[in-house]
């Protein structure tokens, strides 16, 4: 019988997010029925939804896209509402003004002690900005101290980045979707982990959390050829492999095949491998099935399927199933 499950990218559109944020899913919104008005869901939808799929408790988090240090404030007080009501079924990971690094420490450290979260999903980037420069430390070093994981979540490209990499002889929706989650948005999370470690970022905060979704976003199948090639970046404290195995963790969210788990379960500690669906962008449904076909795949023992379905996750974020089906 399926475990219950807790997902940890689950994404919602709060009150203040602006047009221009909300313009950014047309491709989305086109392609994926009723994705609108699931997105601006905090209660019935989502909660029956999670009720028929198994869903204990789901780690609702905002959507990509650039938001203010205000509308950041007001969106994660809005999320604490859903959460304050929904407290058995619902936990929240902040969103942080990520262009302001010293205002993303003071919200994180708000979010977690003020408001009760269990962590941050955060931007990948700020428009062409990754977190592996000085600037960033105060996010950091507030995340180490609080003890809460960042969940790097993709986001869209930069114009620049558009015009370069995705446009070419190719219809505008195959660079929409090449850009974004066909392809670009995982590989650019690994790019930035590998970034990360590059610049020392895990030798000055050796008990950062950071979490990647969509099986890893890439990293666990290149993962032999970047320990091979990394002591060419630099001295660092510690090797690729063991950065890997200590600092990060890794999600199923969105990706509904199997055979990536053989190499997952070969080369990541089974505690840092967790459950996650992306809802509304994936379908719960779809992640119940993956779920039992991963269970009669044989490749994990009953003990092993609960640790990534739920019991991992209430070791990473200190929250508790008590709703079973």
């Known amino acids: 019988m399926t475990p219950p499950l807790i997902t ?9 997010a602006g047009d221009d944020v909300k313009a950014l ?17 905090l209660g019935p939808i ?4 999670m009720n028929e799929n198994n869903v204990s408790i789901q780690v609702i988090s905002h959507g990509p896209g650039p938001l203010q240090a205000e509308q950041c404030k007001a969106a994660n007080d809005q999320l604490a509402a859903a959460v304050k009501a929904q407290p058995d079924r619902f936990a929240g990971f902040a969103v942080l003004p990520v262009t302001d690094p010293g205002a993303s420490a003071k919200e994180l ?15 990948n980037r700020s428009g062409n900005t990754y977190y592996d420069g000085a600037e960033y430390e105060p996010l950091w070093a507030a995340a180490q101290e609080l003890d809460v994981p960042i969940y790097l979540h993709p986001t869209w490209p ?10 070419g002889n190719f219809a505008r929706s195959a660079t929409l979707s090449l850009s974004a989650s066909g392809w670009g948005w995982h590989s650019d999370v690994a790019l930035h982990i590998l970034r990360l470690f590059a610049a020392g970022v895990f030798d000055r905060f050796p008990r950062l959390k950071i979490i990647a979704g969509h099986m890893g976003e890439m990293l666990p199948f ?16 510690r090797p690729f492999r063991d950065v890997y195995a200590a600092n990060l963790w890794i999600t199923t969210s969105g990706v509904w095949s199997v ?24 379908k719960n449904e779809n992640g119940l ?24 996750a209430e070791q990473l974020l200190g929250v508790k199933v008590t709703k079973r089906f």
């Not at 940890?8 to 203040?16: G, N, P």
């Not at 989502?46 to 939804?49: A, E, G």
């Open 109 to 123: 450290t708000r979010c977690i002690r003020e408001l009760g979260f269990v962590g941050a999903l955060i931007d």
């Open 289 to 312: 099935k993956f779920m039992k076909d991963f269970e009669a795949s044989g490749l994990v023992s009953p003990e092993q399927l609960d640790q990534i379905a739920y019991k991992n």
């Open 158 to 167: 930069t114009g620049e980045q558009l015009d370069l990499l995705y446009t």
């Open 259 to 282: 055979d990536p788990m053989a190499t997952i379960l070969r080369n990541t500690p089974i505690d840092h491998i967790l459950y996650s669906v992306d809802y509304p962008f994936a």
């Open 46 to 49: 989502r909660l029956q939804s």
């Open 8 to 16: 940890l990218e689950e994404h919602f559109l709060s009150d203040s």
């Open 222 to 237: 290149m993962l032999d050829r970047i320990v091979q090639l990394s002591p060419r970046w630099g001295a660092r404290d």
């Open 25 to 41: 899913y047309s491709e989305q919104v086109g392609n994926i029925p009723e994705l609108a008005a699931k997105l601006s869901d």
